[in-house]
């Protein structure tokens, strides 16, 4: 019972940190953006993909030709793993399901 008191105490005495902490993440949830278009160029066009969270690594499907703003993205082509698609992009698998795929640079959010 004595640490329940201790606790109600300090929470009693640090309310203001409380409520502006809890004001404080809601704003942060407010204002942070749920989707971060990033740009990819490449010589005599442009192409916009579109990420949900941080800009990654802009991977291309050599079979396809399709530019993927994520290797997570290019995993969600149907029946590809995503831990296949990384080991594939570090050089430890030849191929992912007969697809290949290049990293072709860094996304940059725009």
């Given amino acids: 019972m004595r640490k329940i008191d201790e606790i109600k105490t300090h929470i009693s005495e640090n ?3 409380y409520i502006g902490l809890g004001i404080g993440v809601l704003v942060g949830v407010a204002i942070t953006p749920k989707v971060i278009q990033v740009m990819y160029k490449s010589p005599g066009s442009t192409q916009t993909v579109v990420r949900r ?3 990654g690594n ?3 499907c050599n079979e396809t030709g399709e ?3 994520s290797q997570n993205r290019a995993a969600d ?3 590809l793993s995503r831990n296949n698609v990384s080991q594939h992009l570090n050089g430890k698998l030849p191929a992912v399901d007969g697809f290949t795929f290049t ?3 860094e996304a940059q959010a725009v």
């Fill in 103 to 105: 990293k072709i640079g």
């Fill in 53 to 55: 969270m941080h800009p």
């Fill in 58 to 60: 802009v991977v291309k």
């Fill in 67 to 69: 530019i993927f703003a």
């Fill in 15 to 17: 309310k203001k940190f």
């Fill in 77 to 79: 082509l149907p029946g």
